[in-house]
């Protein structure tokens, strides 16, 4: 009951100092359509970040690798995106989105079985290798696409504004926050309503057990990784025509996916949702106000939330 109403309490604070950021922003300004602009740019950001920290908890808690590549997964996503549809004279974001993914998810399942599996009982070693891992990829991005930024160009169908009450919303971020909750609900789903995510709950439960009743888990963890790098490549050509693809993507979007994990929870997948949303809106709202102050407004809801319950907003004590 305790734990119940101080996940209760902190949850309400964090609502309460987005709304009051909101509130403030909204006010020191008088442009109605600029607030609801920025509002949807937070949504927007939140999504994002919810698909990249989503693959990472997935990743993490199930199979408690850290992987730090993971915002390099992201960038390299996002140019591959970039470049096949600039290649392919006619290729559709949504496909660009898919064939990167695949991509993507398939480079993760080749470093997972050949790489991290080995070290699966050396997490100092798991982290040193993913870091660098990022590293190499990163370098590997700035020589073949160059140190200029490429865009992505948003989808024909979504590029005109939605205009509702006298006011006109950016239809893509729209889409981009939609997106995000049906990757939610699918997510949700497969580990909650599905043999497969039964077997992989399992797996992380007691390993050798699951070995022992015929599970394979090594095959699982692999899927999971490839399922985590696959959405986080997904998500760097869905972030694209918002970000575009350049040096650097890594660095700026990993770390907000990191706070995001550890305020909503290690493991967590509703916990990463609610966690996305919030950074999403300090973020941006916080820039807004304080742009002196902004990584001191972003930093300090996880603060908040750790100081009183480390294992996060909606993660569970380990036993």
């Given at each position: 009951m305790q734990s119940s109403q101080t996940r209760t309490v902190l949850a309400l604070l964090a609502v309460v100092l987005v709304g009051a950021l909101g509130f403030s922003y909204i006010a020191s300004i008088r442009s109605a359509q600029f607030a609801i602009v920025q509002t949807l740019n937070s949504l927007a950001l939140g999504g994002l970040l919810f698909l990249l920290a989503a693959g990472f908890s997935l990743i993490f808690g199930l199979m408690r690798l850290a992987n730090l590549t993971h915002g390099a997964l992201f960038m390299l996503g996002a140019y591959i995106g970039a470049n096949i549809m600039r290649s392919y004279e006619g290729v559709?974001?949504?496909?660009?989105?898919?064939g990167s993914g695949i991509l993507v998810a398939l480079m993760g399942g080749v470093l997972e079985r050949f790489v991290l599996r080995k070290l699966s009982s050396n997490s100092l070693g798991q982290v040193l290798v993913t870091l660098g891992m990022s590293f190499?990829?990163?370098d590997a991005c700035l020589i073949i696409w160059g140190g200029d930024p490429i865009p992505v160009p948003t989808p024909p169908d979504l590029r005109a504004p939605i205009r509702l009450f006298g006011y006109a919303f950016p239809t893509y971020r729209l889409a981009v926050v939609v997106l995000a909750i049906v990757a939610a609900v699918a997510l949700y789903l497969l580990l909650e309503r599905t043999r497969l995510g039964a077997m992989i709950r399992a797996g992380v439960d007691d390993m050798a057990m699951a070995r022992a009743v015929g599970i394979p888990v090594s095959k699982l963890f692999t899927a999971v990784f490839m399922l985590g790098a696959g959405i986080a490549g997904a998500a760097g050509v869905l972030g694209g025509p918002i970000m575009s693809a350049y040096p650097g993507l890594d660095?700026?979007?990993?770390p907000l996916a990191l706070i995001v994990v550890i305020l909503g929870g290690v493991g967590s997948l509703f916990g990463a949702f609610v966690g996305s949303f919030i950074i999403g809106f300090v973020y941006t709202f916080g820039t807004a106000l304080l742009p002196d102050l902004a990584y001191v407004i972003l930093f300090l809801p996880m603060i908040l939330v750790i100081a009183f319950r480390p294992q996060g907003l909606f993660g569970r004590i380990a036993a």
């Amino acid at each position: 009951m305790q734990s119940s109403q101080t996940r209760t309490v902190l949850a309400l604070l964090a609502v309460v100092l987005v709304g009051a950021l909101g509130f403030s922003y909204i006010a020191s300004i008088r442009s109605a359509q600029f607030a609801i602009v920025q509002t949807l740019n937070s949504l927007a950001l939140g999504g994002l970040l919810f698909l990249l920290a989503a693959g990472f908890s997935l990743i993490f808690g199930l199979m408690r690798l850290a992987n730090l590549t993971h915002g390099a997964l992201f960038m390299l996503g996002a140019y591959i995106g970039a470049n096949i549809m600039r290649s392919y004279e006619g290729v559709s974001l949504w496909v660009a989105m898919l064939g990167s993914g695949i991509l993507v998810a398939l480079m993760g399942g080749v470093l997972e079985r050949f790489v991290l599996r080995k070290l699966s009982s050396n997490s100092l070693g798991q982290v040193l290798v993913t870091l660098g891992m990022s590293f190499i990829i990163a370098d590997a991005c700035l020589i073949i696409w160059g140190g200029d930024p490429i865009p992505v160009p948003t989808p024909p169908d979504l590029r005109a504004p939605i205009r509702l009450f006298g006011y006109a919303f950016p239809t893509y971020r729209l889409a981009v926050v939609v997106l995000a909750i049906v990757a939610a609900v699918a997510l949700y789903l497969l580990l909650e309503r599905t043999r497969l995510g039964a077997m992989i709950r399992a797996g992380v439960d007691d390993m050798a057990m699951a070995r022992a009743v015929g599970i394979p888990v090594s095959k699982l963890f692999t899927a999971v990784f490839m399922l985590g790098a696959g959405i986080a490549g997904a998500a760097g050509v869905l972030g694209g025509p918002i970000m575009s693809a350049y040096p650097g993507l890594d660095a700026d979007m990993l770390p907000l996916a990191l706070i995001v994990v550890i305020l909503g929870g290690v493991g967590s997948l509703f916990g990463a949702f609610v966690g996305s949303f919030i950074i999403g809106f300090v973020y941006t709202f916080g820039t807004a106000l304080l742009p002196d102050l902004a990584y001191v407004i972003l930093f300090l809801p996880m603060i908040l939330v750790i100081a009183f319950r480390p294992q996060g907003l909606f993660g569970r004590i380990a036993a």
